[in-house]
């Protein structure tokens, strides 16, 4: 045997026992979501969903393990997703050839940079929380979006969150719906927030409600108690902000009210928390609050919603916060493309995603349209009573073949 | 003369935010002052300080939140995160800085970057703890709900636009009593001329027999003890606390100390007041997101035509 042929043998066995690896009867399953800092109030529901929809498959699917590993992308110093993390879990996910699913991002921004990586790799991404419109929908976003993140030509990208540009619209229908003038918007510069700002600011003025400022605040700054004056001396009688707990959300409210602003405020669903309310202060919030957000809240939900609230009280102890849903559901219809793709490979399973239709979720029944979003539009509004997120109404339009539009 | 209100208005939260920051970078630029160390640690260390406050309150389990027994609340919170931020900044000294008395600026330098990263942690950990005032723990990382203990009542009355607070009243009726003992000390005490011969020539010091690591270890008290203050003041006036929230104090009051003259206090208290008004001002009059990048170039102008900042008259080799 020549040198070279013996190692033209060592990296076949080398291939061929990786191969083995794949076939031995491991499928991985990895989240990559900020678990250091403030999101990880949210991310924990989330990491909890998506442990509960593999335990109800008791772990193993025709006679392969499920493995899941709960990967971080965030970073202490930065207290926050961040982009080099986020980076390093996609490039360890696309070469480690027993992951055959990556549920994440949190962040939309975060996204943006796992997006073309997976999707050189032709690893299927499901994301329980992005909700920025530029993600998958063309013209939503940069004149580049959503093709610079699928170099590869075909999506593998999916996610089961109503988007931003529903979201925002609902936000500002119920503002010009309760008979506001005029309104100020506030956002908190990022993709998420900024985005969701200007879906606001488009819908208000379609509805001819008159827009005294549109800022990005300093998010990291002690108070707002400058600009909140600013909001109150400019006369506005509502308020949006476009941003998450984590971007200093609370602080906002608590100095609207604090420089005794009493008009309305209108938040994201990336303020669904209760360590929004937290960290406003239930009082601040009580009455003329008003948080929106892509999708029932988990008491409201039906059927097999309401089979998922009971099983995590079960298995956690606690009620689901709104997000949690979001995990079990994208961990669950991650399982039953693996239980439906003939050959458990990332092409296949891929494939198996994409063809998701009439999926009989805990969100209703839904499907993937062609740009990998979910087709179920339900949206809700809620206030905030006795330091507790009240349903207000249902907002948005219904799934496919679910409850009738408001 | 709404315009007229809308200023006013800027100038009381923007001189009572400066207060607060003033507290802090006095920490910063007396520590420098004496080891030419800036200390990173200084600004989690405050915020260490409001985590304490916030456990004291929780502790002494006060129903209601009004009247004599809140401010008897006050005083007990501004007593112990002052005297704890004190030990603490003493104890961060001990174990962390002294032993690179004699070593390069750069090794203590990055020794306080570690020990900011450790209070970093512990605020973290901390905010973790099953308390009803950390709303049982569960979620260890967001921003945490001060009681409002002072009122937000409008002491020009609830009809005119500008506010003015039993807050602001508050921030003033602590900060500047605090300075005031603060120069008096520094000016007319025994420790205050050991501290400022240390500060001057630390060997000449140790050569006229003055016990410097003593002096040294009273200045990491002292400073600690006013970010203690700073910490409960900020609480009370911001009512939310977060494990985050020394990082941005920190780089406020230690660009406040910059830009006043570093080792100066009566620097690092004009660069605070500075500091606020122009945040408050670019707040109210442009917009929120060039607040940053005037503060910052309102630093480098100054470090450009005056080097030791405002009112710094030392030219010292900075770290």
């Known amino acids: ?406 | 003369m709404e315009w007229v209100d809308f200023f006013l208005q800027q100038l009381i939260t923007g001189l009572s935010n400066g207060m607060i920051i003033a507290l802090i970078a006095i920490g910063y630029t007396m520590v420098y002052g004496i080891i030419e160390l800036i200390n990173f640690a200084h600004g989690d260390l405050f915020m260490l300080g409001a985590f304490l406050a916030l456990t004291v309150l929780g502790a002494l389990g006060l129903g209601d939140w009004s009247g004599a027994s809140a401010w008897a609340a006050v005083v007990i919170m501004l007593i112990a995160s002052a005297g704890f931020c004190g030990l603490l900044n003493w104890g961060v000294d001990r174990l962390a800085y002294k032993p690179l008395r004699n070593a390069s600026k750069l090794s203590l330098l990055v020794s306080a970057i570690g020990a900011s990263f450790i209070l970093v942690n512990l605020g973290l950990f901390w905010g973790g703890l099953p308390m009803d005032v950390f709303a049982g723990g569960v979620a260890a990382a967001a921003p945490k709900d001060f009681p409002a203990l002072v009122p937000n009542t409008n002491l020009l009355g609830e009809e005119s636009l500008v506010q003015f607070t039993p807050k602001d009243v508050l921030v003033w009726a602590v900060t500047v009593p605090l300075m005031m003992g603060l120069t008096w000390i520094v000016t007319r005490t025994r420790l205050g001329k050991a501290m400022r011969a240390t500060a001057q020539n630390p060997v000449a010091a140790r050569l006229m027999g003055i016990d410097t690591d003593r002096v040294i270890g009273a200045t990491f008290l002292i400073g600690g003890a006013l970010g203690g203050f700073a910490s409960v003041i900020y609480s009370l006036y911001n009512n939310t606390i977060s494990f985050q929230m020394g990082y941005r104090a920190g780089m406020d009051a230690f660009t406040a100390a910059v830009l006043g003259g570093i080792g100066s206090m009566p620097g690092a208290v004009t660069g605070a007041l500075v500091i606020g008004l122009v945040r408050s001002m670019s707040d109210a009059y442009l917009e929120t997101r060039w607040t940053n990048t005037i503060v910052f170039g309102i630093l480098v102008l100054i470090l450009i035509f005056r080097p030791s900042g405002l009112l710094g008259s030392r030219a010292k080799e900075k770290v």
């Open chain 1, 1 to 406: 045997m020549t040198l070279k042929t013996s190692m033209l043998a060592a990296v076949l066995a080398l291939a061929s026992s990786a191969g083995a690896l794949a076939q031995s009867g491991t499928l991985k399953i990895v989240s990559s979501l900020p678990r250091t800092g403030s999101a990880n109030a949210q991310t924990g529901t989330i990491v909890n969903g998506i442990k509960m929809a593999i335990a109800e498959v008791g772990g193993k699917i025709d006679g392969y393990e499920i493995v899941y590993e709960d990967w971080d992308d965030a970073s202490p110093q930065r207290g926050n997703w961040d982009p080099t993390v986020e980076a390093q879990n996609a490039n360890k996910a696309v070469t480690d050839p027993t992951i055959v699913g990556y549920i994440g991002t949190f962040n939309s921004g975060a996204a943006k940079i796992a997006m073309p990586e997976l999707n050189k790799a032709g690893l299927v991404m499901i994301s329980p929380a992005n909700t920025y419109s530029g993600l998958t929908k063309p013209g939503m976003g940069e004149a580049n979006e959503p093709t610079i993140y699928r170099p590869s030509g075909s999506i593998n990208y999916f996610r089961v969150v109503p988007t931003d540009d529903l979201q925002g619209a609902v936000a500002a229908e119920h503002v010009g719906g309760s008979g506001a003038k005029k309104v100020f918007i506030l956002h908190d510069r990022e993709l998420y927030g900024k985005g969701i700002a200007d879906v606001f600011q488009k819908r208000a003025k379609e509805l001819g409600v008159e827009v005294a400022g549109f800022e990005g605040i300093d998010t990291k700054a002690s108070n707002y108690k400058s600009l909140c004056q600013k909001v109150k001396f400019s006369k506005a009688d509502a308020v949006f902000f476009g941003g998450t707990t984590q971007s200093n959300g609370g602080q906002v409210a608590k100095d609207l009210r604090s420089v005794g602003f009493t008009g309305m405020l209108v938040v994201p669903d990336g303020c669904c928390e209760e360590a929004f309310i937290q960290a406003a202060g239930a009082s601040n919030l009580e009455g003329n609050t008003f948080v929106t957000f892509g999708g029932l809240p988990p008491a409201e939900l039906t059927g097999r919603g309401a089979e998922f609230r009971e099983g995590y009280r079960k298995m956690f102890g606690t009620d689901p916060e709104a997000y949690a849903v979001y995990g079990y559901e994208a961990a669950r219809v991650l399982l039953d493309a693996i239980k439906r793709a003939p050959t458990k490979d990332r092409a296949a399973i891929l494939k198996a995603v994409s063809s998701t239709k009439d999926f009989d979720g805990a969100l209703g029944t839904w499907s993937f349209d062609a740009n990998g979003d979910t087709t179920n539009r339900v949206m809700s509004i809620n206030s905030v009573k006795d330091g507790k997120f009240v349903f207000v109404r249902r907002a948005g339009d219904a799934p496919a073949g679910g409850a009738k539009p408001e």
